[in-house]
């Protein structure tokens, strides 16, 4: 019976949610610059938020990709981070944005009056105590004080956690379109916690496909897949 227990919770917590948005978001990195204009985000957006009322999406058929940044605010926890590590996070961010990207855009390194430019920074992360979140999520006496935790701050025990700002410009007008910061936080699941920064990562692919729903909705179209809050 205990045998059977425990694999009922390892098959429970393997389907939970990979990430979660976090309750609340630090605004000052300094990355977007004035961030006087960003409002609460409704429910399925960022949690901070700016809108151009003049936009108009469906013009834009390119988009110009720069490199995914390293911001690094002075309470930021990237400044604790190795190089290289960071490093690797900003380049998966930048091939899943890509990825994800040139499904719908043409991607261009030269603007155009159809060109939008995406440009994105991560100002924060922290990597999972992998193996305290595997006995957490498959041991019930560690999972409850995990459990209590996350309900007191929104985030669970020794899970990891990014934020991220975004600004989309016209490429040819530099007018500011949109402009956001996000933060997520890991959830408790068994895949992927050999690796430490596993909850980041699949932060980072939640951004990448949502920012292509997101542009698909305002374009307009009823072809939009939504991965979600997940």
């Known amino acids: 019976m205990?045998?059977?227990g425990l694999?009922?919770?390892i098959l429970l917590f393997a389907a939970c949610s990979s990430?979660?948005?976090a309750r609340e978001v630090e605004t000052r990195s300094g990355f977007l610059g004035d961030y006087s204009a960003l409002s609460e985000g409704k429910e399925g957006e960022a949690l901070l938020v700016y809108k151009n009322p003049n936009?108009?999406?469906a013009k834009y058929t390119e988009v110009m990709l720069p490199h995914v940044k390293i911001w690094t605010g002075r309470k930021s926890k990237l400044r604790e981070i190795p190089k290289k590590e960071l490093k690797e996070l900003a380049n998966f961010f930048y091939s899943e944005l890509h990825k994800n990207l040139s499904k719908d855009y043409k991607m261009v390194m030269k603007p155009s009056e159809k060109t939008l430019q995406i440009e994105v920074a991560i100002t924060d992360a922290d990597s999972s105590n992998a193996t305290m979140n595997t006995i957490s999520t498959i041991v019930?006496?560690?999972l409850l004080l995990s459990s209590l935790k996350g309900a007191a701050t929104g985030k669970a025990g020794f899970?990891?956690?990014a934020t991220a700002e975004a600004r989309i410009t016209d490429a040819h007008t530099g007018d500011i379109l949109f402009a956001a910061i996000d933060r997520r936080v890991g959830?408790?699941?068994i895949d992927g916690m050999t690796d430490s920064w596993d909850d980041v990562k699949k932060a980072f692919t939640f951004w990448a496909e949502k920012l292509v729903f997101r542009l698909c909705k305002e374009r307009g179209s009823n072809l939009c897949?939504?991965?979600g809050d997940s």
């Open 140 to 142: 019930p006496q560690a």
């Open 2 to 4: 205990k045998k059977i």
């Open 225 to 227: 897949v939504n991965p």
């Open 187 to 189: 959830g408790k699941e």
């Open 7 to 9: 694999l009922f919770l």
């Open 55 to 57: 936009r108009n999406m």
């Open 19 to 21: 990430t979660k948005q």
């Open 159 to 161: 899970v990891g956690e």
